[in-house]
């Protein structure tokens, strides 16, 4: 005698009509259905359903169906819109079985959420992170632990021009070098771009780092910018000019615009970093707006 498997069917189907009709097919011949109940508010998993032969609908709504007219091609059933079915469909036909716990420990969760507001880590980028430092050894986890806490302990911003220094210094290794320029100051967004402009080789002057840029939506607005002590530092010394060397985003511009209308009711003279093509550049991969201020802001020679 030939053994009978017995066939086990997850059913992701939504409450519609034809998603009933499928199960209870699926229930007469003889198959365990389990079903997963959506929540669209979220997009998961909120149960598990388990329906059986048990909860099927009754002898009433299971009778064969046959097409409403001989013209009509749509294939309707006859218990759709029954009583019977509707109180089939309506009551504990599919009990339900709650879903296994799979929250992750305390512990771990605090650090992809801590994890998670550095910039540009997302939710997804978090958890890697967070499962790959839990994978490494203990001595490289203490080590990247303690870099932090001394980072954050022995660092500090130039009183001057607010750029990151050592705690307990006068004066970054900028604003300290007496072969500067004083009366050049190039005003950045952030010590990333400074560390950018040292590394060309072509620029002698001081600096003033604004930690930011100009973003309304996002709350970031002229008080919390060192702008202030940008316009203080100049009405205390002579400036012979200011380069805006921020970012061509429309933060940027936004911040460049601001601060050349202050610097400009003060007679400071303001200049703009010159807009062009990369050294090596084809004209041909050339973008419209950088080709355009290419042209616009060209020099003679």
Aim: net charge positive; proline share 6%.
């Amino acid at each position: 005698m030939r053994a009978v498997r017995r066939t086990k069917i997850v059913a992701t189907l939504g409450p519609a009509t034809s998603s009933r009709e499928l199960i209870a097919e699926l229930l007469d011949a003889g198959v365990d259905v389990f079903r997963l109940n959506f929540s669209h508010g979220d997009r998961s998993i909120r149960r598990t359903s388990s329906c059986s032969r048990t909860s099927s609908p009754p002898r009433s709504a299971r009778r064969s169906a046959r097409p409403r007219s001989s013209r009509s091609r749509r294939w309707a059933a006859p218990w759709a819109a029954s009583a019977a079915w509707a109180a089939w469909a309506a009551s504990a036909a599919c009990s339900e079985v709650a879903p296994p716990d799979v929250s992750f420990p305390p512990a771990l969760s605090a650090l992809i959420r801590e994890l998670g507001r550095l910039p540009g880590i997302g939710p997804k980028s978090a958890q890697r992170l967070a499962f790959h430092l839990f994978q490494r050894p203990t001595e490289q986890v203490e080590a990247l632990a303690e870099a932090i806490r001394a980072a954050k302990a022995s660092l500090d911003r130039c009183p001057t021009c607010f750029n990151v220094m050592t705690k307990g210094e006068g004066t970054c290794h900028v604003c300290s070098d007496p072969s500067r320029d004083a009366g050049l100051v190039c005003v950045v967004e952030q010590p990333a771009d400074l560390l950018a402009i040292e590394r060309s080789g072509e620029y002698r002057g001081r600096y003033h780092v604004l930690h930011g840029a100009l973003s309304p939506m996002n709350g970031v607005g002229p008080e919390q910018l060192t702008i202030a002590a940008l316009l203080t530092r100049l009405d205390e010394g002579a400036a012979e000019e200011v380069i805006l060397a921020t970012s061509t985003t429309v933060e940027g511009e936004a911040t460049a615009m601001y601060l050349a209308r202050a610097l400009s009711e003060r007679g400071v003279p303001v200049s703009r970093i010159a807009y062009g093509l990369p050294v090596g550049g084809d004209l041909e991969y050339a973008d419209e707006v950088t080709l355009g201020r290419a042209i616009s802001h060209r020099r003679r020679l």
